[in-house]
């Protein structure tokens, strides 16, 4: 009994403290990969989910002398505490951002825009050493497909100038993970196109019904009594071309708002 108070306090304390969000590795054989993932702010109500902006990010890379294989999935699960709302949110379609540069893209469909982020990919071209391409992304809200509710991501780069959309499909249901949103690299991308590193960070309010809302929103479901609570806050899958799968889950902390 007194081994589980002290673990309560010390995740009390973890909590209060803030300590700084780490990503998390995971290696098989010559890939390593990383995952990270946050809240932002972390002081929220207990029950009621108020607005947040949430990043995911993630770095992959092969071991000395590897070849770096293509990564071709990433799906990425949030905490059920988290949650997505976008009625009455406009929508953009690809026809709308692909292809177009990042500017005409956040003219065409700014009311859609719900984050943004970027990208590096190792361009592979015939008769070329690879380089390292960065890019910017755009994300928008995206319209209904087969029941499910998507994300388009442009990725647009200047130099060399290109750009490629990925859509992620967002899927809801029960258990830890709440909410799933996940994606395939676009065929037009698969002849050269190896990403390196990604981030995106989910962010937008608007107003709707005489409200303000929020496309991204989550409380701290901290139990009665406790000022905060830590908890595995988001798991990621990465699939690659050459039939390799690696998962890694973040941990993060929350404290109540005003307690």
Same mark, same amino acid.
């Given at each position: 009994m007194r081994a589980a108070r002290l673990l309560v306090v010390a995740v009390a304390l973890l909590t209060c403290l803030g300590v700084p969000a780490?990503? $998390?590795?995971? !290696?098989?054989?010559?890939?390593?990969?990383?995952?990270? @993932?946050?809240?932002?702010?972390?002081? *929220?109500?207990?029950?009621? +989910?108020?607005?947040?902006?949430?990043?995911?990010? #993630?770095? =992959? %890379?092969?071991?000395?002398?590897?070849?770096?294989? !293509?990564?071709?999935? =990433? @799906?990425? $699960? =949030?905490?059920?505490?988290?949650?997505?709302?976008?009625? /009455?949110? &406009?929508?953009?379609?690809?026809?709308? =951002?692909? +292809?177009?540069?990042?500017?005409?893209?956040? %003219?065409?469909?700014? /009311?859609a825009i719900v984050g943004s982020g970027h990208v590096t990919v190792e361009?592979?071209?015939?008769? !070329?050493?690879?380089? *390292?391409v960065k890019a910017k992304l755009l994300a928008f809200n995206g319209p209904e497909k087969n029941g499910h509710k998507l994300i388009l991501a442009?990725?647009?780069?200047?130099?060399?100038? #290109?750009?490629?959309?990925?859509?992620?499909?967002?899927?809801?249901? #029960?258990?830890?993970?709440?909410?799933?949103?996940?994606?395939? *690299? &676009?065929? @037009?991308?698969?002849?050269?196109?190896y990403l390196t590193h990604f981030d995106m960070t989910l962010r937008r309010s608007y107003s709707y019904g005489g409200k303000t809302r929020s496309y991204v929103s989550a409380a701290c479901a901290a139990p009665a009594g406790f000022p905060g609570a830590v908890f595995p806050f988001a798991r990621a899958t990465y699939g690659f071309d050459d039939g390799q799968q690696l998962t890694t889950t973040v941990v993060r902390s929350c404290r109540v708002s005003g307690g």
């Open positions: 780490q990503a $998390e590795l995971s !290696q098989d054989g010559n890939l390593i990969v990383a995952f990270n @993932s946050d809240l932002s702010p972390k002081a *929220l109500p207990r029950g009621t +989910p108020a607005p947040v902006a949430v990043t995911v990010a #993630g770095d =992959i %890379r092969a071991t000395e002398g590897a070849s770096l294989p !293509q990564l071709r999935q =990433i @799906s990425v $699960e =949030i905490n059920r505490a988290g949650h997505l709302y976008d009625k /009455g949110l &406009p929508t953009c379609a690809v026809k709308s =951002i692909q +292809p177009a540069t990042a500017a005409n893209a956040r %003219r065409v469909c700014s /009311g361009a592979h071209l015939p008769s !070329q050493a690879p380089f *390292l442009q990725v647009y780069a200047k130099a060399p100038p #290109g750009a490629f959309v990925l859509t992620f499909k967002v899927v809801k249901k #029960g258990g830890l993970f709440g909410t799933t949103m996940s994606t395939s *690299l &676009p065929p @037009s991308a698969r002849g050269w196109a």
